[in-house]
């Protein structure tokens, strides 16, 4: 902001001047120096800047009435302009006092001569806006404090106490904003420290890499010729994989042929185990059926023996009927005998004959119940080794049919484990045949 001009009428030492219009100072660029004997004006000048633009009223230990403070002596209005430009535009402030001024306080633009804002109110707001302060105190201070500080009170900021000159200045210069920056950004400066000690640990450590680098240039060339030699012997060690690989490939197949061989070896050993098992079967059968034949050969005698008995018993129940025929005859004589007791003596001879062949009978009834008691001891001694002699042959006949069957079956099942067994030798010699050849070929 610069002060180009004050226009000031019916101010204190400062009357309506030659024209009516009052007294205009101009102030020229740079700096400019107001002087004067007591009572010219100078501090008039001064706190009529302040009250006009900055909004600030004078500052007295007396009280005062504003109304009449500015006033000259006599005069019931009084009027204060300030010309001042901004960024590159130009305003000027307008103020009136006293009881009988109709002048409004405003801010005019001089470019277009319109009026920016009237009204105590609304020009405080435009002044704050267009200095970009937050209100119109703060814009009080700046002028009292730094602008229009009064003759005498210049140093008694810096010789007052550290709190008294806080608080003076804080609020003057923004200084807390910066405090409360401060406080607000210190963990991130913390960490930002802590980064940066970080980055500089990182970064001596890539420097002292970048030393011990200092001849990778040379380095670099017998890098290359030995990455070359490497390539080389990439190629040279791929080539041998090629080979190997296509080794491996034929080594697979011949595993695969050798474990399908092995299991036609093992499916052969297996038939094998199981022909052995069949034919040690047969043989067990083979000793049975010769056990079963000496027990048939046993058997037979005793057979024969029984069958002559048989014969032998039949004939005795044959002659045990012609006894009890006998007996009956016997009978039916002794019958007739007693009828011909009462006949006659003629018949005497004929019963004397009688009686002898009575007595031939009987002889012939005793020897025969003595060969029948005889008979019936041995038919009974023999019923015992009958019986056993009948169930051997009975298990002898089932023996003798299973001996029959079994060798029926065994032809077959010999003609069968001979064919397996052929197959075995067969399935064997080719085995030995691969075996051998795999094992060249490795």
Known sequence: MIVQSMRLKNIKSYGEGRDGDGVTICFESGTNRIAGKNGHGKTTLIESLGYALFLTE??????????????????????IDVTFGHRGEFYRIERGLGPNSKRQT??????????????????????????????????????WKLI????????????????????????????????????????????????????E??????????????????????????????????????????????????LEGMEVSLRAAESQRNSAQNALALA???????????????????????????????????????????????????????????????????????ARSQADIFTQQKQQKQEEQVSISERYAALQNRLSSSQLDFDRQKNLERSATRALSDIRQFVSSFAALLAHGEATLEKIKEVRASLISRDASILQAA
Request: charged share 30%.
């Open 58 to 79: 004078p500052v007295f230990e007396e009280s005062f009435q504003m109304e009449t403070y500015f006033l000259r002596t006599g005069q019931k209005a009084a009027e």
């Open 276 to 346: 052995r098992q069949q034919r040690e079967i047969a043989e067990r059968r083979m000793q049975e059926s010769a056990k079963a034949a000496a027990v048939v050969a046993l058997v037979v005698s005793g057979y024969n023996s029984f069958e002559i008995a048989e014969h032998q018993l039949q004939s005795l129940r044959a002659k045990q009927a012609e006894q009890h025929r006998l007996e009956m005859e016997i009978a039916d004589t002794e019958k007739k005998k007693i009828e011909l007791e009462g006949k006659s003596s003629g």
């Open 148 to 199: 229009g500080v009064r003759q005498g009170r210049l140093t008694w900021p810096f010789d007052s106490k550290p709190s008294v000159a806080k608080d003076f200045f804080e609020p003057l210069l923004d200084v807390a904003v910066f405090r409360e920056c401060f406080q607000s950004l210190k963990p991130a400066m913390d960490e930002f420290f802590v980064r940066l000690h970080e980055q």
């Open 106 to 143: 405003k801010v005019v633009e001089l470019v277009n001569g319109s009026t920016c804002a009237e009204g105590a109110r609304e020009v405080s707001a435009f002044l704050c806006r267009l200095f970009e302060l937050p209100d119109s105190k703060r814009f009080s201070e700046l002028f």
């Open 201 to 250: 640990t990182i970064r001596a450590g890539i420097e002292e890499r970048i030393r011990e680098r200092g001849d990778s240039a040379a380095a670099l060339e017998v890098k290359r010729r030995q990455l070359k030699e490497i390539q080389l012997r990439v190629q040279a060690l791929n080539q041998v994989r090629e080979n190997l690989s296509k080794r491996l490939a034929q």
